[in-house]
């Protein structure tokens, strides 16, 4: 196992890298998503629109047109009243600036989450178990994650001792 100790650390150590990184990105995600609350967007409907393909959206749209139909709730999906919102042009440049951000810290975990798998493929290729590797990663990027792990352990094992005994 001591020969072993070399690769597992080049894995953690490429694996903390690549965590580091997402735990940055997702908080840059996150700092965007709270800036555009403030200015009254959802992030979530426009990150859905500018995901989904225009096909998916619109037969989306048609299926909600339907069941307000025949619930008799009425869906309004044409051209909505605007003239008590302000559209001005700032306002369009700040959430078309913003939800590119956010298409572009999207794409790079995706990227991220690939080189993460990579990683991992090759952690299970050494007969290693990936899961556990991840783990240790995991632990010397977040404390607060180890120390659950800790507590978790702590408490699986009193209960192992308990049912043992019972």
């Known amino acids: 196992m001591s020969n072993l100790a070399p690769v597992i650390k080049d894995f953690v150590n490429q694996l903390v890298d690549l965590k580091k990184s997402e735990a940055i990105l997702k908080k840059n995600r996150k700092d965007v998503v709270t800036d555009l609350k403030e200015e009254g967007f959802s992030a979530s409907i426009m990150m859905k ?25 009425p869906v309004y999906v044409e051209e909505a009243d605007l003239s008590d919102v302000d559209v001005s042009e700032e306002r369009k440049d700040f959430a078309l600036e913003k939800f590119g951000e956010l298409k572009d810290i999207d794409n790079e975990l995706q990227d991220l989450g690939a080189e993460i798998k990579k990683v991992l493929a ?32 702590m408490v699986i094992g009193e209960y192992l001792a308990a049912y043992a005994n019972g």
């Open 49 to 73: 629109l500018i995901k989904d393909d225009p096909e998916k959206v619109q037969l989306q749209l048609e299926a909600v047109k339907l069941a307000g139909a025949v619930l008799g709730v």
């Open 122 to 153: 090759e952690v299970k290729s050494n007969g290693l178990i990936p899961k556990v590797v991840l783990l240790i990663a995991e632990f010397q990027v977040d404390d607060k994650r180890k120390k659950q792990f800790d507590e978790q352990s």
